[in-house]
């Protein structure tokens, strides 16, 4: 079993970044997937990034291409996500997920992943 903690949200002002952080408890697993989801009041959740391992290879949504990077910290066992020139369309609640395998590409975006964390609110506003 995976139990994941999503820190790093907050309210900013538009322009500026936050890098969002999931710690994964527990022992580490290999290979893996984990993947970062929002979901904004009335709207259906979306993906952002996902990262995979070993051969690390990452993944973007279309709305954030160009503005995030994701990351894995293997010691530590956590991937973050540094989110740059952030807008007001980017406030929601973030997710964490993942999965105990190597998830095929096309496959990330619609995975059921198995383990999700409790999320973090961030809040883009002037």
């Known amino acids: 079993q995976v139990q994941l903690v999503e820190t790093g949200g907050g309210w900013v002002q538009p322009g500026v970044s936050l890098r969002l952080s999931c710690a994964a408890s527990g022992r580490t697993f290999s290979p893996g997937t984990m993947a970062w989801f929002r979901q904004a009041p009335g709207k259906e959740r979306e993906f952002v990034a996902a990262?995979?391992?070993?051969?690390?290879?990452?993944f973007y949504g279309d709305s954030v291409k160009g503005r995030c990077a994701i990351s894995r910290d293997s010691a530590k066992n956590t991937v973050f996500l540094q989110m740059n020139n952030l807008t007001p369309e980017d406030t929601g609640v973030y997710y964490c997920a993942a999965a105990q395998q190597r998830v095929i590409n096309s496959y990330v975006y619609t995975f059921p992943y198995p383990y999700w964390g409790q999320g973090t609110q961030v809040t883009v506003s002037s």
């Open positions: 990262i995979r391992w070993p051969g690390i290879s990452t």
